[in-house]
């Protein structure tokens, strides 16, 4: 017959008990003293901590100034004032006449003869600048072309058209005052007589602008141009 073996402890289970076999066994120490002596060994008896002032920095003193000799003071020497300069004798004008000095009278110098300065006539004063002529009037001629005279054409003789007669007539026609021809008479002939007379009669009908002078209407004399030309 075989005896069954006793169950294996766990592991948890074998902590356990040994933590609480420590626990006993700290407070059985610390009951009986030993405790205590482990500690005073493992600990020394005084801590001695010693403190170590750092080494103060060593000044080095300035060195002392340079003493100053004196200087020597340069005395200069003064020199005598000047002695006063001697008196320099003064001629003092006597006023007695020496004996042997010789007398005379002064006679007056006569006047010096006035100076003659001889002085340049002023040149004449330039003449007056005649006057200027005054301007001539304007005049301003009789005139036949004035659109409203309304002034016919000269007819062209048909007997002078059929021989051919042709030229230039200038009329010299007297212009009154209110724009008629007073006068009138050939100052150049075409050469023909049919072509002279119908230039008189035909400037004697026309109207005119009348001349004027300084803007005045006036009565003159005017030449009229007619000229004849077949076409």
Request: hydrophobic residues 45%.
């Given at each position: 017959?075989?005896?069954?073996?006793?169950?294996?402890?766990s592991?948890?289970?074998?902590?356990?008990?040994?933590?609480?076999?420590?626990?006993?066994?700290?407070l059985w120490?610390?009951q009986?003293?030993l405790?205590r002596?482990?500690?005073?060994?493992?600990v020394?008896?005084?801590?001695l901590?010693?403190?170590?002032e750092?080494?103060k920095?060593i000044?080095t003193p300035?060195?002392p100034?340079p003493?100053l000799?004196p200087?020597?003071?340069q005395t200069?020497p003064?020199?005598?004032a000047?002695?006063?300069p001697?008196?320099?004798?003064?001629?003092i004008a006597?006023?007695?006449?020496?004996?042997?000095?010789?007398?005379?009278?002064?006679?007056?110098?006569?006047?010096a003869?006035?100076?003659?300065?001889?002085?340049?006539?002023?040149?004449?004063?330039?003449?007056?600048a005649?006057?200027?002529?005054?301007a001539?009037?304007?005049?301003?001629?009789p005139?036949?072309?004035?659109?409203?005279l309304?002034?016919?054409?000269?007819?062209?003789?048909?007997l002078?058209?059929?021989?051919?007669?042709?030229?230039?007539?200038?009329v010299?026609?007297?212009?009154?005052?209110?724009?008629?021809?007073?006068?009138a008479e050939?100052?150049?002939s075409?050469g023909?007589?049919?072509?002279d007379?119908?230039?008189?009669?035909t400037?004697?009908?026309?109207?005119y602008v009348?001349g004027?002078r300084a803007?005045?209407?006036?009565?003159?004399?005017?030449?009229?141009?007619?000229?004849f030309?077949l076409e």
């Amino acid at each position: 017959m075989v005896l069954p073996r006793p169950a294996a402890l766990s592991r948890n289970t074998t902590i356990v008990i040994a933590v609480l076999a420590l626990h006993a066994a700290a407070l059985w120490a610390l009951q009986s003293g030993l405790l205590r002596r482990v500690v005073e060994v493992v600990v020394p008896a005084e801590v001695l901590v010693e403190f170590i002032e750092p080494a103060k920095p060593i000044v080095t003193p300035p060195p002392p100034a340079p003493k100053l000799k004196p200087q020597p003071v340069q005395t200069t020497p003064t020199k005598p004032a000047p002695l006063p300069p001697a008196p320099v004798p003064v001629a003092i004008a006597d006023p007695t006449p020496a004996p042997n000095a010789p007398t005379g009278t002064t006679l007056p110098q006569p006047p010096a003869p006035p100076v003659s300065v001889a002085v340049a006539p002023a040149p004449p004063a330039p003449a007056p600048a005649p006057a200027a002529p005054p301007a001539p009037p304007r005049i301003e001629l009789p005139s036949s072309n004035a659109d409203y005279l309304n002034n016919p054409r000269p007819a062209y003789p048909p007997l002078s058209k059929r021989l051919g007669e042709q030229g230039k007539v200038v009329v010299r026609v007297f212009i009154d005052t209110n724009g008629s021809a007073a006068k009138a008479e050939i100052a150049q002939s075409s050469g023909f007589d049919r072509l002279d007379q119908t230039a008189l009669d035909t400037v004697r009908r026309w109207r005119y602008v009348p001349g004027k002078r300084a803007g005045v209407p006036e009565a003159m004399w005017f030449n009229v141009p007619i000229n004849f030309v077949l076409e």
